[in-house]
């Protein structure tokens, strides 16, 4: 171990997360496309029509704009068909709830009793679960999604502003902590001093601490840097959009892969 300064750790290697053919954690941010359809039919039809679409690597279905979001198991049968899809991409479920800037609220016990059915009734390949519903419920949820072999992503998102790169370096390793299989962190800049408090947390979350694969951006506008540019500081995955946006700026997906392939290159890696 290092102690240079007290500010450094021995890192242990990081490892990648596996779903289907796609390995996050490697090679180009790998770009995720949320669907955020209101019925599950438009959902399963935008499910079909991404799984065609060979930019993107990854879907998130944002449970939370489905006009019947609370029926855990209209869900399953909706994740059972969309798995059936020829060529079907690997699929996030999200219910980002109303206290992460989601569009539907949900209790503690519901949140779990929510997942919980998703992972025994439907095919999910990951699942998205927020830290702030507390240790006990975030335990609880990664236990039952590990339990059935789903890896997790363990979420924040902080639509008032951004913490100091310190702050949010600790977040992310007490996230890692709580068994995350992948991290991620969403922050809201006030001006452009703030991406940079998120790209520094990036980077020394990536190069100091990480044990699994993060997910980083600043929002909105000024932001935007942080999805294009995620590679150079160790975000693994970015959200691009076709049609409406989940998350405010995303970037348009026939836009954000030349950017991400340029970057690649660049590197060299």
């Known amino acids: 171990m290092s102690n240079v300064a007290g500010l450094l750790e021995w890192k242990a290697e990081m490892r990648v997360v596996s ?25 399963l039809t935008s499910a079909t029509r991404l799984s065609e679409e060979k930019t993107l690597d990854l879907i998130e279905l944002r449970v939370d ?30 219910f ?17 009793d929510f997942y919980k059915t998703i992972l025994q009734e439907g095919r999910p390949d990951l699942i998205d679960v927020e830290v702030m519903r ?19 992503i363990l979420s924040n ?13 600790a977040r992310m390793r007490s996230m890692q902590d709580l068994g995350a299989d992948i991290v991620k962190i969403a922050t809201m800049p006030k001006d452009a001093g703030d991406v940079l408090q998120l790209l520094n947390a ?14 980083t951006m600043a929002m909105a506008g000024q932001g935007v840097v942080s999805r294009l540019s995620g590679e150079v500081f160790g975000s693994a995955a970015t959200f ?20 991400l392939d340029l970057i690649h290159a660049a590197l060299g890696r």
């Not at 289907?20 to 209101?38: F, M, W």
């Not at 507390?134 to 990664?142: A, L, N, P, T």
């Not at 998102?157 to 370096?169: C, I, K, S």
Request: contains cysteine; aromatic residues 4%; hydrophobic residues 45%.
């Open 19 to 43: 779903v289907k053919d796609v390995v996050i954690g490697a090679g180009r941010p790998k770009i995720i496309v949320p669907i955020t359809a209101k019925t599950f039919k438009d959902a």
């Open 240 to 259: 691009g959009m076709v049609g409406e946006a989940s998350a405010p700026g995303q970037v348009q997906l026939h836009e954000l892969r030349p950017v």
């Open 157 to 169: 998102h902080d639509f008032n502003g951004t913490a100091p790169a310190e702050e949010l370096v």
């Open 202 to 215: 990036t980077w020394l979350m990536h190069s100091r601490y990480a044990e699994c694969p993060l997910i």
């Open 134 to 152: 507390g240790d006990e419920i975030v335990r609880e949820v990664i236990d039952a999604a590990h339990g059935v072999g789903v890896g997790v």
């Open 65 to 94: 704009y489905l006009e019947n979001a609370l029926d855990a198991r209209g869900v399953a049968g909706l994740l059972r068909e969309a798995a059936k899809i020829q060529n079907a991409k690997p699929m996030i479920v999200t």
């Open 96 to 112: 980002r709830t109303k206290a992460e800037g989601g569009m539907t609220a949900l209790d503690g016990s519901s949140y779990v």
